[in-house]
């Protein structure tokens, strides 16, 4: 790179380091959140500016950060604040990609990636998923260097690209060459878990320990074809379609684990619903009441699918011309699988299912699903407790989340790893990857507290 590009980088830091000791917590967080949602970081642009942002602000209040990745544009940071025993260090992590979004879609006066404040919200691409965490954690990092306070560890945070499905995937890419930069005892995933907001009431507060896989697989069914004047009984529609109507009336069985049962044992003090309770209850005993969970599952979509493995189709395509008789028929049913269940599992599930030897199953890409990080007591003791010194009388309670998220990746390299983030997050309805995509202004807030808090007690 060239002399001028260095010497702009060391007046940015200079200027960084300026700006930062002026700033006040609150004021320094929403700057770093403004600047993260205004820089496009969806998987056309990379993550890299990004990256290179929030490493100038790390090392203007001298911490000393690592910048790398797989490619120029999918650059990951690690910064490390020391802690004065050689006690095994805690990482904390965040992604700085988003998903896709179009102006033209959004709201009248909102672009998503300009940063917006109105009527008590943080609006933008990434204010959900997951640029409010991000700005969070680099904001308490600086806070804590500026306070002088030095953790008993090594406090350990890396900003990732690629969480959202591209091809460099960061916290892969750190474990494969990097791994002793983000080597630690166990992990806290801000894109995981979290305190859910319904109507403007918090519900509890969800502690993460285990996720399920996601994997897709295409049915296909091939035809010679002919001339739509012509019909023949034998059609790829329909008989793809009467696979997929086979399939949708079938669940697959039920199957409890540590997390699921500790999650009703601790929803069943709260439920206010009396056979709702009973039934939670019946569901977390050391013999799990196999027709209470049904009935929970039944009951709720959510319950459903922490309760069991889902597949559902989600895109057909068929036929090649409008008067044809069509040659072929596909669709994608998308799986999310229960920990312990593999592919070649829910293959054979599929088959049985579906019951149609000419409807072809083929595996997409790979399902690489993850084990369950144990209950420690000592960090989800830590979180509930802040979690009850700040909302008082909220349940915390374990979860499997039914989505993905780069925990897996670290549980397989033996990582421990739970998703705790700093702010509550509204799911009436979830805007994460979609229209209008908004955070709350005082949970932001709110969330910037609890992160400085939970950090301090390490």
């Known amino acids: 790179m060239s002399l001028s590009y260095w010497v702009s980088q060391v007046f940015l830091l200079l200027l960084t380091a300026s700006l930062c000791a002026a700033q006040g917590p609150r004021d320094l967080a929403r700057e770093i959140f403004r600047e993260l949602v205004e820089i496009d970081t969806t998987q056309r642009n990379g993550s890299t500016k990004a990256a290179l942002a929030m490493a100038n602000r ?43 979004a179009r102006p033209a879609d959004w709201s009248s006066g909102l672009d998503p990636f300009i940063f917006t404040e109105r009527d008590g919200y943080f609006y933008g691409r990434g204010t959900t998923d997951v640029k409010d965490e991000a700005a969070i954690l680099v904001a308490n990092f600086i806070r804590l260097r500026r306070e002088g306070y030095v953790p ?29 930069w983000i080597e630690a005892e166990w992990c806290i995933n801000t894109d995981a878990g979290g305190g859910l907001i319904e109507r403007g009431q918090r519900l509890r507060y969800t502690f993460q320990t285990s996720e399920k896989a996601s994997a897709n697989f295409l049915l296909t ?15 790829a529609i329909y008989r793809l379609a009467e696979g997929l109507a086979r399939l949708a009336k079938f669940d697959f069985p039920i199957e409890i684990n540590e997390t699921t049962r500790s999650f009703f044992e601790r929803m069943s003090t709260r439920e206010a619903s009396p056979a709702v309770r009973a039934d939670m209850k019946a569901v977390s005993g050391s013999q799990p009441d196999l027709a209470a969970a049904e009935r929970l599952a039944q009951g709720s979509t959510m319950l459903n699918s922490i309760l069991r493995t889902t597949c559902v189709a989600t895109t057909v395509e068929a036929g090649h011309a409008r008067n044809a008789l069509p040659q ?46 144990p209950l420690n007591p000592t960090v989800f003791g830590m979180v509930e407790k802040l979690v009850g010194e700040m909302y008082p009388g909220l349940a915390v309670v374990p979860v ?4 993905a998220s780069d925990s897996a990746e670290l549980r ?47």
């Not at 499997?400 to 989505?403: A, K, L, T, V």
């Not at 983030?421 to 910037?448: K, S």
């Open 152 to 180: 008993r560890r090594d406090l350990i945070l890396a900003l990732t690209a690629d969480e959202e499905g591209g091809p460099d995937n960061g916290v892969a890419w750190l474990l494969k060459q990097h791994r002793d």
């Open 400 to 403: 499997m989340d039914p989505w």
């Open 58 to 100: 790390l090392k203007a209040a001298g911490l000393p950060v690592e910048l790398a990745g797989p490619r120029p544009e999918k650059m990951n940071i690690v910064a490390r604040l020391k802690g004065s025993t050689n006690a095994k260090p805690v990482l904390f992590i965040a992604h700085l990609d988003v998903v896709e």
């Open 328 to 373: 072929s028929a596909v669709a994608n049913v998308n799986c999310r699988v229960l920990p312990g269940v593999s592919r070649e599992r829910v293959v054979e599930t599929l088959t049985r299912v579906v019951a149609d030897p000419l409807v072809g199953i083929t595996p997409l890409g790979t399902m690489e699903g993850s084990p369950a990080s």
């Open 412 to 458: 397989r390299a033996g990582i421990p790893t739970y998703g705790a983030p700093a702010v509550f997050f509204n799911i009436d309805p979830i805007r994460a990857h979609g229209q209008d995509e908004r955070i709350g202004v005082e949970a932001f807030y709110e969330g910037l507290e609890f992160m400085h808090r939970l950090l301090r007690t390490l």
């Open 221 to 235: 069914v091939k035809n010679p074809g002919g001339h739509s004047s012509q019909p023949v009984k034998e059609n």
